[in-house]
């Protein structure tokens, strides 16, 4: 089965990772960000979010990832001298097929990219427990919070596998590696590793080595 139709979207760079499923909250004060939020509150739909890996997110000249994800406006909270206060949620992985410029706003073609876990496994559960077991350790160190016993991660395998990624604390180049593995089994697979290493490394901290 072949990739869907390429289609024009609106692209938000960032130094930060969005996953499908996961919510982010944006200060938008740059004014081509502000045209862009302004055209997806008057019915343009969502944009785009992608990984910075060199620049700055404000003046443009950045460099950019090509796989990211697609997220729609929750809430938009608007301040007098233009600026916006967003909720976003993410929704689909995307792949920027061809960058369109950045007038008024960066713009780009995409294709859905985003195979969905449709049946909860072995892994899922491993994966479950692994990041579960991190935040425990990390809350030690008052690192990060542990996950309460009762929290759903979420109410599809999908979902559940992609908080998973959201709550695991790697960095943003990890979040990369996740968001772009080629399918559900990978991605799993990959966070279970990377987890188990900063696992690792916590343990060997709270011995005292």
Do not use: K
């Not at 930060?16 to 938008?28: G, K, Q, T």
């Not at 491993?126 to 979420?154: H, I, K, Q």
């Amino acid at each position: 089965m072949g990739m869907a139709r390429a289609r024009h979207l609106a692209m938000f760079p960032l130094s930060a990772v969005l996953f499908p499923h996961e919510r982010m909250a944006l200060h938008v004060f740059e004014p081509r960000y502000r045209a862009l939020v302004d055209d997806c509150l008057a019915g343009a739909g969502g944009f785009g979010v992608v990984l910075i890996t060199r620049g700055s997110e404000v003046g443009g000249g950045d460099e950019r990832v090509d796989v990211g994800t697609e997220a729609s406006i929750e809430t938009a909270q608007p301040f007098t001298d233009g600026r916006w206060h967003l909720a976003v949620r993410g929704q689909r992985r995307i792949r920027v097929t061809r960058w369109l410029g950045d007038d008024p706003y960066p713009r780009a073609l995409v294709e859905d990219s985003s195979p969905a876990l449709t049946e909860p496994g072995d892994l899922l559960a491993v994966a479950e427990a692994e990041v579960r077991r991190v935040r425990a350790l990390l809350s030690e160190l008052d690192g990060a919070p542990a996950v309460p016993a009762t929290f759903s991660f979420g109410a599809t395998p999908d979902e559940v596998a992609w908080g998973l990624c959201a709550s695991a604390p790697v960095n943003s180049f990890d979040r990369q590696l996740l968001l772009e593995a080629l399918g559900p089994a990978e991605r799993l697979s990959l966070l279970v590793d990377l987890v188990r290493a900063v696992s690792d490394d916590v343990g060997r901290i709270l011995a005292g080595g």
